[in-house]
Nanobody, 115 residues
Framework: QVQLVESGGGLVQTGGSLRLSCAAS????????MGWYRQAPGKQRELVAR??????NYADSVMGRFTISRDNAKNTVDLQMNSLRPEDTAVYYC??????????WGQGTQVTLSS
């Protein structure tokens, strides 16, 4: 099993910044991807950014504003979010993917934008 613990969500003004952090523990030896997804009220969960085998993918909506970074030595993945917009309001979930065992999810952290 893999455990993912997130931190860093909260309330922020439009245009502001937040940094989300996720620490992985447990049976992490075969994880080849880590990233962040989000789910807004009434919408499906969507990919925000991920690092897979050294390649980074971003959703078009966050390109140029969000930066993902993974520290393999510490088993962490962070998401630096700048120039936040009201549409970024969502629950953000840390994700780890193991090609042999599937997806693992964190408990989610709320990010709320205020105007």
């Amino acid at each position: 099993q893999v455990q993912l613990v997130e931190s860093g969500g909260g309330l922020v003004q439009t245009g502001g910044s937040l940094r989300l952090s996720c620490a992985a523990s447990g049976s992490i030896f075969s994880i080849n991807a880590m990233g962040w997804y989000r789910q807004a009220p009434g919408k499906q969960r969507e990919l925000v950014a991920r690092v897979i085998s050294g390649t980074i993918n971003y959703a078009d909506s966050v390109m140029g504003r969000f930066t993902i970074s993974r520290d393999n030595a510490k088993n962490t993945v962070d998401l630096q979010m700048n120039s936040l917009r009201p549409e970024d309001t969502a629950v953000y979930y840390c994700n780890a993917y193991d090609p042999y065992r599937g997806h693992y999810w964190g408990q989610g952290t709320q990010v709320t934008l205020s105007s």
